[in-house]
């Protein structure tokens, strides 16, 4: 039996925490193992509790959402953990901000549950998660704002027509499920060959994967007010 999901919950409301924690506990597989009401909190439980992923406010008292997942990001020793942002905001500065800070996924707090659960599962196994209601649009102001490693002249050449074809995918937002459904391959196969094209183009993670998509045209970026 394999292991579950270990959940740690960050935000400010009270009553916020309990109801994703009943959600969360209600799912087979799932665990909470802390609440956190700031940012500071929720890193200090981050380096304790090891979670597989934070639910993680934006606005919080003190250390900001942002900040926290900044922090958790850039700790080689929290290398497993996952934060996906939950917010009432979604405007485009903070879903930026978010990826940027190494967040791996963001939904908007009137999700879904069983989308919201889909969510936990598809960050905890290491894909990126956009909502469903954010498009390519930002992708192209991550584009913009994102310092995006500057890639080897020959980089795009490494990769194979495969590979590409399921950066694309990637990009289009489509995990490795659904691009081993697509493409009638293996989940283990698709996930090797996302591996392979992230090692290749020195992507740090799925989200910068996807803006090396759009920014070296292996996709077509959105057109300008799209």
Known sequence: MSEPIRVLIADDEAL???????????????????EAA???TAVELARRT?????????????????????EIAADP????????????????????????AGAAGFLIKNTE???????????????ALLSPGLTRRLIARLIERSATPRLNADALDQLTAREKEIVGLVAHGLSNTDIAGALTISHAT????????????GA???????????????????????
């Open 16 to 34: 916020v925490r309990g109801g994703f924690r009943v959600l969360v506990e209600s799912e087979p597989g799932m665990v909470v193992v802390g």
């Open 38 to 40: 700031d940012g500071a």
């Open 50 to 70: 090891r979670p597989d992923v934070v639910l993680m406010d934006i606005r919080m008292p003190g250390v900001d959402g942002l900040r926290a997942t900044h």
């Open 77 to 100: 020793d929290l290398a497993g953990v996952h934060v996906l942002i939950l917010t009432t905001f979604d405007h485009d500065e903070y879903v930026v901000d978010a990826l940027g």
């Open 113 to 127: 549950p069983v989308q919201l659960l889909r969510g936990i599962r598809v960050v905890a196994g290491g894909e």
């Open 190 to 201: 698709a996930k090797t060959h996302v591996s392979r094209a992230m090692a290749k183009l």
């Open 204 to 226: 740090r993670d799925r989200a910068q994967l996807v803006a090396m998509a759009y920014r070296y045209r292996l996709v077509e970026p959105p057109a300008p007010g799209a």
